[in-house]
């Protein structure tokens, strides 16, 4: 690429799209590709254009629209589709409804590379069909190919994203507490957890309330696996008083645990746990007073089938933090993007 007057530029090839706005008309007075001619000058001048750039041939460079469609074909995302170039960049668009995941840390340094930028949502992030996913451009009009050759290294057997379909679940919900079993006090849960569970394809297939019995809890658990439940969601009793025992009934079924307690707030005391393939998650009373808690920021994760890991899982830490604002924005917040 290379900078010229407009009046050199006659017979030579223009490497950018010329904008103009006049008399009413916006958009490209001249498309990248052309060749000016004689005629162009003046108009190119009238718009205040004293030099424009122009190709030049085996110069190791890409051009903007070259190097993001190159960018866009690094990583083949099943469920999305890619926008027609446009001003330099390439948009990702959910086709499905699901969960968004990234490796963050391969976004950065393809992002250090330099003159490459790539924007994306969130990891673990909720998206509908139609949403934005990604963003991908460089910064000058041309850039030079060892770039992206480095970039399309970088990913070589690596995801930088995907986007996960949520899958149908059928649900056992074990809600604990004496209060709850003697009809001391009515449930709020099962509401609450049906309001959250209408957001995802799934079917409740019993709703279990229990004493505070460790050995009832691990049996009610059990029996819903046994009639087909697919994902267990256990609340109350999930605090540190001696009465709390549903992690030690989720132990005791055979299942791993992989975090009892989270670095965030509201749900700190949420407990995330496997027994074979089944998630089983310990859902603390926040869940029951406040709009959002760890339970919705865990359920996406739980719907398109990816696993939970304790490294995960504390990465949550540095956006664990609800602001607890008079208006609940969730998703859109900074709250539990891990």
Known sequence: MKKVKVEDAIGLKLCHDITAMFDGFKGPLFKR???IEEKDVKKLLSIGKKHIYIWEDNANEIH???AAIRLSKMTQVENA???DVSEGKILLIADKEGMFVVDVDLLNEINMIGDITIATIPNHYHVKKGDRLV???VVPIAVVEEKIIKAETLCKGKKLYDLLP???KNIGVVITGSEVYNNIVEDKFEKVCRE???KFPCDIISVEICDDDEEMIKSKINSLIDKGADFIICAGGMS????DVTPLAIKNTGAEIISYGIPAQPGNMTLVAYKDDIPILGIPGAAISLPTTMFDVLLPQIFSN???EKKELIKIGNSGLCQMCSTCHYPNCTFGKY
């Open 306 to 308: 990816k696993k939970f």
């Open 64 to 66: 903007e629209e070259d």
């Open 166 to 168: 949520f899958s149908h």
């Open 81 to 83: 589709h890619l926008k």
């Open 196 to 198: 959250k569970l209408d």
């Open 240 to 243: 540190v008083d001696p009465d």
């Open 135 to 137: 963003s991908m451009r």
């Open 33 to 35: 590709g052309h060749i």
